[in-house]
T-cell receptor
Framework: NAGVMQNPRHLVRRRGQEARLRCSPM?????VYWYRQLPEEGLKFMVY????????ESGMPKERFSAEFPKEGPSILRIQQVVRGDSAAYFC??????????????FGAGSRLTVL | QKEVEQNSGPLSVPEGAIASLNCTYS??????FFWYRQYSGKSPELIMS????GDKEDGRFTAQLNKASQYVSLLIRDSQPSDSATYLC??????????FGKGTMLLVSP
């Protein structure tokens, strides 16, 4: 009964490289959310996806960031040409589809990105 | 800008005392409210959810909601050192996602 699985747990990139973060939702969950947490700050919403659909990307920076949740496989958050300001913890969460549980998010352990 | 506000703390209480954590939100149409606990370097974990005005109790935790005042709180009775963490208030403000406050750090001293 695995929870939300994220990898890698830690990722180090140099400026200008690409970062790919992966997330597999809990079994039975079809909604995936990505949040970013900067040091001493709260969780900031980035994007909400269902299989093959981006539902809400209002929190995504306009450039360099993209997300997908393909029919098969994990959700991926991709950051191109990373800069030092991208250093943060990136959390993925999932929720069941519909009903009162739709807003109950279960978080993964997070991926901590460090940009040198 | 729809927001969730929390006092950043730290809130310091002695072991065995009641810790009271508060949260206000800006959007009157909000329907779902959550408290998450986050230990340093770890991921948030759900403690309580509340959807209706009034109190909801679960063990040592009580969530209180007052929609008219746009206020939600979390009481922790018999606080333990293991309760020391950052507590995040989260609100569904009419969107498909949760908006989080910055969190209140709680320190429980033995």
């Amino acid at each position: 009964n695995a929870g939300v699985m994220q990898n890698p747990r830690h990722l180090v990139r140099r400026r200008g490289q690409e970062a790919r973060l992966r997330c597999s939702p809990m079994k039975g969950h079809s909604h995936v959310y990505w949040y970013r947490q900067l040091p001493e700050e709260g969780l900031k919403f980035m994007v909400y996806l269902q299989k093959e659909n981006i539902i809400d990307e209002s929190g995504m920076p306009k450039e360099r960031f993209s997300a997908e949740f393909p029919k098969e496989g994990p959700s991926i958050l991709r950051i191109q040409q990373v800069v030092r300001g991208d250093s943060a913890a990136y959390f993925c969460a999932s929720s069941p589809s519909g009903g009162s549980g739709a807003n109950v998010l279960t978080f993964g352990a997070g991926s901590r990105l460090t940009v040198l | 800008q729809k927001e969730v506000e929390q006092n950043s703390g730290p809130l310091s209480v002695p072991e065995g005392a009641i810790a009271s954590l508060n949260c206000t939100y800006s959007d009157r149409v909000s329907q779902s409210f959550f408290w998450y606990r986050q230990y340093s370097g770890k991921s948030p974990e759900l403690i309580m959810s509340i959807y209706s005005n009034g109190d909801k109790e679960d063990g040592r935790f009580t969530a209180q909601l007052n929609k008219a005042s746009q206020y939600v709180s979390l009481l922790i009775r018999d606080s333990q050192p293991s309760d020391s963490a950052t507590y995040l208030c989260a609100v569904n403000m009419g969107y498909s996602t949760l908006t989080f406050g910055k969190g209140t750090m709680l320190l429980v001293s033995p």
